[in-house]
């Protein structure tokens, strides 16, 4: 059998959950879409789009696993200015990266973060994880691009019953 990249196997769960928890699942799937509308402060791209989950892992309360997909924006390597963060403040506001996460350099990234892994959580906050999990709608997704430093577009992360 062949094995499943961790890219592979993040978005396969993440898409074949449901908006609740399955029987035995205990973390919930986090959504959020993606649009320049959804900046504060700052102009994005108006053309883009995308959504973004976020989750936990069952029975590991330290690690964050997440799948982006974005359109309509434009796509760089990493190296060269691509970049996607959670950021802290609700929407009305902005704040600082406080996870690391992989820009979506051909239009989707997918990935797990644990804490105490180097670079992925700037602040080394012990807990940051279950925090973003339990309340959501403080933290946002904004994916960054070279045309679009401060930010292409951003999306309020959702519980599951805060409605899409």
Same mark, same amino acid.
């Given at each position: 059998?062949k094995?499943?990249?961790l890219k592979?196997?993040?978005l396969?769960?993440? /898409?074949g /959950?449901? /908006?609740t928890a *399955?029987?035995? *699942?205990?973390?919930?799937?986090l959504?959020?879409?993606l649009?320049a509308d959804?900046?504060?402060?700052t102009?994005?791209?108006? =053309?883009?789009?995308?959504h973004a989950?976020v989750?936990?892992? =069952?029975?590991?309360?330290?690690?964050l696993?997440y799948v982006?997909?974005?359109?309509?924006?434009?796509?760089? &390597?990493?190296?060269?200015?691509m970049?996607?963060?959670?950021h802290?403040a609700?929407?009305?506001?902005n704040?600082? &990266?406080?996870?690391?996460l992989?820009? &979506?350099?051909?239009?989707?990234a997918?990935d797990c973060?644990?804490e105490?892994e180097e670079g992925?959580f700037?602040t080394?906050e012990?807990g940051?994880?279950?925090?973003?999990?339990e309340?959501?709608?403080?933290?946002?997704i904004n994916? *960054?691009n &070279?045309?679009?430093?401060?930010?292409?577009?951003?999306?309020q /992360?959702?519980?599951p019953h805060?409605?899409m």
């Amino acid at each position: 059998m062949k094995q499943l990249t961790l890219k592979t196997l993040a978005l396969t769960t993440a /898409l074949g /959950l449901s /908006l609740t928890a *399955h029987a035995g *699942h205990t973390n919930h799937v986090l959504s959020t879409h993606l649009s320049a509308d959804n900046l504060v402060g700052t102009d994005g791209d108006p =053309d883009g789009k995308g959504h973004a989950h976020v989750f936990g892992v =069952d029975g590991d309360p330290t690690t964050l696993c997440y799948v982006i997909q974005v359109e309509n924006i434009a796509m760089v &390597p990493v190296g060269e200015g691509m970049a996607a963060h959670i950021h802290e403040a609700g929407a009305t506001g902005n704040g600082d &990266p406080i996870a690391m996460l992989a820009g &979506p350099e051909d239009g989707d990234a997918a990935d797990c973060l644990t804490e105490g892994e180097e670079g992925k959580f700037p602040t080394g906050e012990a807990g940051i994880v279950k925090r973003i999990l339990e309340n959501p709608s403080d933290f946002y997704i904004n994916i *960054h691009n &070279p045309e679009y430093p401060a930010g292409a577009i951003r999306g309020q /992360l959702m519980g599951p019953h805060q409605g899409m």
